[in-house]
């Protein structure tokens, strides 16, 4: 079974500080790995993910993650918040192969972005 | 723009009616999952099809069933609706030209009274 823990429901940063979103996964094979976003009343947006290539991953918007497989960690990190990165990100797992494309959601951290 | 499109946005049900969500996606992908967001939570999976078969179903009772049709549009029914049923059901297919990319819909707010 696959699992993912985002560690803190809400972060809270500055305009022009470090986005740091924690993601740990639990999965019994190689996983892949995403990040979402979601902006309020809308649906999920896709920002980056790893499918077992280059363990650092860039994604739209400045976002990048790092897969570290000895801390079965895949943290999404900025270097420099905008006030329209404000939203809520999921970090999300799934199985490598077959044909079940079944994601397993964290429950989210919302990211407030302080002027 | 993911592609994704779903219907009815937003819609109100009374407590034991039935609801049927609609989803389609321009490219034709053929992999269709439904996902179940309730406020404040994470999406859950409910089911996925390929090949207008269900293919894998998360924790959700039978009264949450699906079709998909040959031209890879889906539909999410919901019987005998509870009020826990309110949430965001969004809609997701997978896309081959991309890998195990998942794109999502915009999603239907369904709130049963």
């Known amino acids: 079974a696959q699992s993912v823990t985002q560690l803190g429901s809400h972060v809270s940063v500055s305009e022009g500080a470090l986005v740091l979103l924690r993601c740990n996964y639990s999965?019994?094979?190689?996983?892949?790995l995403f990040w979402y976003v979601q902006y309020p009343n809308q649906g999920l947006q896709l920002l980056l993910k790893?499918?077992?290539?280059?363990?650092l991953v860039k994604g739209i918007n400045g976002f990048e993650a790092e897969f570290k497989k000895s801390e079965t960690s895949f943290h999404l990190t900025k270097p420099s918040a905008h006030m329209s990165d404000a939203a809520e990100y999921f970090c999300?797992?799934?199985?490598?192969?077959?044909?079940?494309?079944?994601?397993?959601f964290g429950k989210g951290t919302l990211l407030t972005v302080n002027p | 723009e993911t592609g994704v499109t779903q219907s009815p946005t937003h819609l109100i049900k009374t407590r034991g009616q039935q609801v049927t969500l609609r989803c389609s996606s321009q490219?034709?992908?053929?992999?269709v999952s439904w996902y179940q967001q309730a406020l404040g939570q994470g999406p859950q999976f409910i089911f996925q099809?390929?090949?207008?078969?269900?293919?894998g179903r998360g924790n959700f009772p039978p009264r949450f069933s699906g079709l998909q049709f040959p031209n890879y549009s889906s539909e999410l029914n919901v019987n005998a609706l509870e009020l826990d049923d309110s949430a965001l059901y969004l809609c997701?297919?997978?896309?081959?030209?991309?890998?195990?990319?998942?794109?999502f819909g915009e999603g239907s707010w369904l709130t049963v009274v």
């Open positions: 997701a297919y997978r896309s081959a030209l991309t890998g195990n990319t998942i794109y």
């Open positions: 099809y390929y090949r207008e078969e269900e293919n």
């Open positions: 999965s019994s094979v190689p996983p892949y």
């Open positions: 999300a797992v799934s199985l490598v192969g077959g044909s079940n494309y079944k994601l397993t």
């Open positions: 490219s034709g992908h053929n992999t």
């Open positions: 790893y499918t077992s290539a280059a363990t």
